[in-house]
């Protein structure tokens, strides 16, 4: 994944009228080269949001995969550095070039402005601060998060870990890339890279780019049944990536996703039992599914049977059954929590999202966009009361309730 970093500032630094930061004497600048960020405070990496390459696209805090927007060339030398997306060649930067605490750091195409430019200031061994030139303040995670997805920001430097960056060198430089592919317009799907069969469940531990390739079951995985039994194409471990796949048919069961997860434009062109099933015992797993679409979903797209939260968004969904569904009847049960994010679905469609108010579920919806559907027949939100012995669950409700189902009539369009 990607973020950009900008470390703690060191003690004592002096700040000049109008925020500048002063060179210190003797200022150990970090050597030029290629690095991995890791923040001192998570562990996780410094990472620019869902690959973008586009102008002032967020710096966040991710699981550590490797992947190219997540290193960055550290170039010139003394308190004036610059850190460069290897995947965009755009530079970290503070968000229209502010002095405040709590401003957000970006990519930016590189104007050689002190807002860009940053005094790694070396703590002891691989461990920096960074200290942006304009503001003089350190390169941090809000709030001290340790949570995937966390954004990057400056703020005044002290002793906190969350302000502690580690450089990792990149062994033997930055890979060859082509530019990650991006998601169609709306309406559009993309074309496969070519095709592969899939005759046993592929395990990813880890991050894996299926450079847009069409992956199909075969075998045991290639009967194109709806059974709920079903092995999935794609197994993704905890913390793995999957990024930059399509799903042909048969598609078996999709993916599972056994801990928190990344899918990054994958798409689903005739979505088998389900397009991917969310599993996890732990309140605090995330799932992020960015991008991609999906089509042809008798049931549902996405089953959610763990704990944790599920967050969609940039998603496309076409003729479906549901779009979201926390586990009704499942033997195990947890509270779940769904975020609906810049969301297009075409009818026909059933529902957005269906969720358990006895377990204390959540839904919650922004940016959502309807096409052909002038009759309004697509509920947003419905309500069940669930249960662990495999009974039906029973419907409660629909429609926003201010508690389980959230949004507002700004949230929904309809063309």
């Not at 970006?106 to 061994?125: D, F």
């Not at 998060?145 to 450089?167: E, M, Y």
């Not at 592929?202 to 069409?214: F, K, M, T």
């Not at 966009?369 to 409660?396: A, H, Q, W």
Request: proline share 5%; charged share 15%; net charge neutral.
């Amino acid at each position: 994944m990607r973020r950009s970093l900008i470390a703690v500032a060191a003690l004592g630094a002096t700040v000049l009228g109008g925020g500048g930061l002063a060179a210190s004497a003797g200022a150990a600048a970090a050597p030029e080269g290629t690095y991995t960020l890791v923040n001192a405070g998570s562990g996780l990496c410094l990472d620019v949001l869902s690959y973008s390459q586009e102008e002032n696209a967020q710096l966040i805090q991710w699981n550590c995969h490797g992947d190219v927007n997540q290193q960055f060339r550290v170039s010139g030398s003394g308190t004036g550095q610059t850190l460069t997306a290897v995947h965009s060649g755009k530079v970290a930067g503070v968000r229209a070039k502010s002095l405040s605490g709590n401003v957000q750091i970006q990519q930016q195409t590189p104007t050689g402005e002190a807002h860009q430019r940053w005094e790694l200031r070396s703590l002891g061994g691989s461990d920096y601060h960074l200290v942006n030139n304009r503001s003089g303040k350190c390169a941090t995670i809000q709030g001290n998060s340790t949570a995937p997805a966390a954004i990057v920001q400056q703020n005044t430097c002290d002793g906190s870990r969350a302000k502690v960056w580690t450089l990792r060198p990149v062994s033997g430089g930055p890979p060859p890339t082509e530019p990650p592919p991006t998601n169609p317009p709306p309406g559009s799907w993309p074309a496969p890279r070519g095709q592969q069969a899939v005759g046993a469940t592929i395990a990813v531990s880890g991050s894996y780019d299926g450079g847009l390739r069409r992956f199909y079951g075969t075998g045991d995985l290639g009967d194109g049944g709806q059974n709920e039994g079903q092995d999935p194409i794609f197994r993704l471990a905890d913390g793995a990536v999957l990024r930059n796949v399509i799903l042909g048919a048969p598609a078996a069961d999709g993916i599972h996703c056994a801990g928190s997860c990344t899918l990054q434009n994958v798409w689903w062109e005739d979505v088998g039992e389900d397009a991917a099933t969310f599993r996890s015992s732990s309140s605090s797993a995330t799932f992020l599914v960015d991008g991609g679409g999906a089509r042809k979903a008798g049931d549902k797209v996405f089953q959610h049977n763990g704990a944790g939260t599920l967050t969609v968004r940039n998603f496309q969904a076409q003729d479906f059954g549901k779009l979201y569904r926390s586990c009704g009847n499942c033997s195990t049960q947890y509270r779940r929590n769904l975020v609906l994010q810049n969301i297009t679905v075409t009818a026909p469609g059933k529902a957005l999202a269906g969720v358990n108010t006895n377990y204390g579920d959540t839904a919650r919806f922004s940016g959502i966009t309807i096409v052909g559907d002038s009759s309004r027949k697509i509920v947003i939100c419905e309500r069940y009361t669930g249960n662990s012995s495999g009974d039906e669950p029973v419907k409660t409700g629909t429609g926003a309730d201010g508690r389980h189902c959230l949004y507002g009539t700004s949230d929904i369009t309809y063309r």
